[in-house]
């Protein structure tokens, strides 16, 4: 079954939403060569407890423990990094996703930075996924369907020039989800049409979705670590992983963890983003 929000409701995950806005951006900002992944935790879990929420990473995931408030996943990793003693160098690639909740509604999302300057084809990889993700969103209109999202964004990532060294890998397995009471809702919300999958259900207004596209520079293929979370790509090559929650509405889509609601990105796309609730 598929949660349907009253405006009300999605009122409440807009501020879920924001403190994960305020949490990424604190995170994005302590990104540079020397600083540890769990020194980027600690800055995103500041700011989750100095608006009052809790983190919803930071719990039992399917009987296993997350110890972390974000996900950092640097280079070849493609999701559930464990933040830790790691250290950025010049160059790296880093994912970092984190969420939250207020008064028991749950905001997710998702950022790829890079660390200093980085190779060419790395600076194209997040600019596809990021590009990808929007266009995902952009399909977040009443009566589409839950295929029309992953229609997008598949079709955006293939219509992309090739890397100047290696291809455009769509991780296959992993994708975004419904939010709302909890993180991880129905439906799931893959980033490739599979044959056979039906068009999935009706976009209507309640409907509030995470749109997380996950790309690497060569194969949609991964593997999980022995920490039983960390997921990597089989052959190495590094990834980039965008991530939005987002509301249908009777206005058109709302992002929920943009502080803009989505209004600049969507208007790219010839997309009107909904008011926001919170004005």
């Known amino acids: 079954m598929v949660e349907i929000k ?20 604190a995170a994005r900002a302590a990104v540079a060569p020397g600083v540890t992944t769990q020194e980027l935790n600690d800055v995103a879990a500041k700011v989750i407890a100095d608006h009052g929420a809790t983190s ?20 070849n990793e493609v999701v559930h990094g464990i933040p830790g003693e790691r250290v950025l160098e010049e160059g790296d690639l880093i994912s970092i996703d ?3 909740i207020v008064d028991g509604w749950h905001g997710d999302a998702a950022i790829t930075v890079a660390v200093g300057e980085v190779r060419p084809e790395v600076e194209m990889l997040s600019r596809v996924t990021e ?13 589409n369907r839950l295929v029309d999202v992953s229609k997008a964004i598949e079709g955006y990532v293939r219509r992309q020039p090739l890397p100047p060294k290696g291809k455009w890998g769509i991780t296959e397995g992993y994708g975004g989800h419904g939010i709302g009471t909890a993180m991880h809702m129905e439906p799931h919300v893959l980033n490739y049409v599979e044959r056979g999958r039906g068009k999935g259900p009706k976009l209507v207004p ?19 670590l022995e920490d039983d979370w960390t997921v990597v790509t089989n052959d190495g090559t590094w990834a980039s992983h965008w991530e939005h929650s987002v509301a249908v509405t009777e206005q058109g889509p709302l992002v929920l963890t943009a502080f803009d609601g ?3 990105e969507l208007a790219k796309l010839g997309i009107t983003a909904a008011p926001d609730p919170l004005g």
Do not use: D, Y
């Open 56 to 75: 919803n990473f930071r719990a039992h995931h399917g009987g296993l423990w997350f110890p972390g408030v974000i996900c950092a996943s640097v280079n």
């Open 98 to 100: 984190c969420g939250a």
């Open 206 to 224: 309640g409907t509030v979705l995470a749109i997380e596209p996950m790309v690497s520079l060569g194969t949609p293929h991964t593997s999980v």
């Open 262 to 264: 989505g209004r600049a």
């Open 131 to 143: 590009g990808s993700m929007w266009a995902g969103i952009a399909q977040m209109k009443k009566n």
């Open 6 to 25: 009253t405006p009300e409701q999605i009122a409440k995950m807009r501020v879920a939403g924001l403190v994960v806005a305020e949490a990424l951006k």
